[in-house]
């Protein structure tokens, strides 16, 4: 689940007389909460929302196997690059500015990427749109920490906050599908439009400006060092995993940590830095970070295949892909009005272990169900998936908040934010490789194809589908071993993620506090 990025550290300080003088919030609190639950909602469902455009997309642009990972991940590269630097300075010239920009900038990104022709074109729409996302982000849960004083008012909002988060990641299958059912692949971006539009002018009407009013001095080298420190490091994983150990990679992977490492020496001499690095000293933070990093992890990899799987496998439509993953929406959702019931009878770190462990059971059955004949044990598997991941999304944020001061809460949500945008691109990068990886070892060996049909099947199961239709039996034949291929992939990557989410809920449950709350 997304949460406050750094700019937020000047949060616990009265940046801005509150609309409701300090103490309950009204009406109109709740009517801005509604426009930030947009923007997250937003911002989550455009993270996933491709994935169901892959199959038409491919026919359209033809991008390679790489390219393709690369549209997926560029904006959650971009996004996790920058919010350290965004969030700080959304404290020094007012978090609702920044909103405002950046939802006008996400706005003109999403056209960019509707309007894209070629591969290229559309990995830089979707940096910009990162960079857009992250303009917009850091400002969110500060300002509905600002507008919310009271305590027990404040919990309920940033609940609801939470499940803009959580629901939207599962929305945006629903929402690709019914798009792709009637308009081509680009109109997934074009539908961003009017929402922004109706954001903005909920922000610029209803929601007051906040700022740290003594917020330090903006460090360019750290912003810099914190964007080569995410970068290169990202960059060697993928291409790794894509073209095996080599020299470029290395050097990539030894610039990153050489960034890491000098970054993190700055941090400690700055007196205001970006990044307060002494919170990793807490192992219940770290224990944290850690345990909702391998869950977004395991759990976007997971996703960005499932949907075509339902396409090119199952053989749905983009609509009929994105209602079978509605259950899953539906239970991570309707968690949300029990969680504080979990949490108040385990304790925050049982209650993040337990639910992992869910999300892990979901997705064995989900793995078992991808053979079988019929949609029962699928929709299943999604539903305790959904149950998982819902109080996964929602509880983090609280874990996170519970284990530091309120005075270091900001640069904590910051490390939170980027851990969950960093698991969400490696997840799609490291699981997604896998799954390439896989599918094409269990691909038989054609020699009766054409050249071009084998070399496009081995590509990828959407360029395959497109190849092989018209070559008679030939081609139904190497389809259907095709689709059992991507099928076994699917199964296996299930397992591996599954294996993933039950250790992060061991680290959960043994290292993040579990003490009782009312």
């Known amino acids: 689940m997304s949460s406050l990025p750094a700019g ?8 801005s007389p509150s609309p409701s003088g300090g103490g309950r919030a009204g009406g109109r609190q709740w009517a801005a909460l509604a426009a930030l639950t947009l923007a997250v909602t937003l911002l989550a469902v455009d993270g996933t929302v491709l994935a169901l455009a892959v199959p038409s997309l491919t026919a359209d642009l033809t991008p390679t196997s790489a390219q393709l990972l690369w549209i997926g991940d560029a904006y959650s590269f971009a996004l996790a690059g920058l919010l350290i630097s965004m969030g700080t300075l959304a404290d020094r010239i007012g978090r609702k500015k920044l909103l405002m920009i950046g939802v006008t900038g996400f706005g003109g990104a999403s056209l960019l990427a509707a309007l894209a022709s070629t591969p290229g074109m559309l ?82 009407v209803l929601v007051p400006e906040s700022r740290n009013p003594n917020p330090g001095r903006f460090d360019l080298l750290s912003a810099a060092l914190s964007v080569g420190a995410v970068v290169p490091l990202v960059w060697a994983v993928k291409h790794t995993a894509q073209e095996g150990p080599d020299l470029l990679g290395a050097a990539s992977l030894v610039l990153g940590l050489a960034a890491v490492a000098w970054f993190v020496r700055r941090q400690r001499r700055l007196e205001t830095p970006l990044v307060d690095v002494t919170l990793f000293a807490r192992p219940a933070f770290t224990g944290t970070v850690v345990a909702s990093l391998i869950a977004i992890f395991a759990f976007s990899g997971l996703l960005f295949f499932f949907s075509q799987y339902l396409q090119l496998v199952r ?175 699917m199964q296996t990557t299930s397992l591996i993620a599954a294996a993933l989410l039950a250790i992060a809920a061991i680290v959960a449950w043994k290292v993040v506090p579990s003490a009782r709350r009312s």
């Open 8 to 15: 937020t550290a000047g949060a616990s300080h009265p940046a």
């Open 123 to 204: 990995i830089a729409a979707r940096v910009l749109l990162g960079v857009a996302g992250a303009t917009l982000m850091p400002s969110t849960l500060s300002i509905v920490r600002d507008m919310f004083r009271e305590p027990v008012q404040r919990t309920r909002a940033i609940a609801v906050w939470a499940a803009g988060s959580s629901g939207g990641a599962a929305l945006g299958p629903l929402v690709g599908g019914a798009l792709l059912e009637n308009y081509w692949w680009g109109s997934v971006f074009l539908i961003n439009l009017p929402v922004m539009a109706l954001v903005l002018l909920g922000v610029a």
């Open 315 to 489: 053989g749905y439509s983009p609509l009929q892909a994105g209602l079978r993953e509605l259950p899953m929406t539906i239970a991570s959702i309707a968690v949300v009005a029990v969680v504080a019931t979990v949490v108040n009878r385990l304790g925050v770190g049982r209650s993040l272990g337990a639910s992992l462990l869910v999300a892990a059971v979901g997705l064995v059955v989900l793995a078992a169900g991808e053979s079988r004949p019929g949609y029962g044990v699928i929709a299943l598997g999604l539903v305790i998936i959904g149950m998982g991941v819902g109080i996964t999304f929602t509880v983090s944020v609280d874990a996170i908040l519970s284990v530091v001061p309120r005075e270091r809460a900001g640069a904590a949500s910051a490390i939170s934010e980027m851990s969950f945008e960093l698991g969400l691109a490696l997840g799609i990068a490291l699981l997604g490789t896998l799954h390439t990886v896989l599918y094409r070892a269990a691909l038989p060996v054609a020699t009766e194809l054409p050249e071009g049909a084998g070399d496009a099947v081995r590509e990828s199961l959407a360029n395959g589908t497109n190849a092989l239709q018209g070559l008679g039996a030939a081609g139904e034949e190497a389809l259907s071993a095709a689709r059992h291929a991507f099928t076994e992939a």
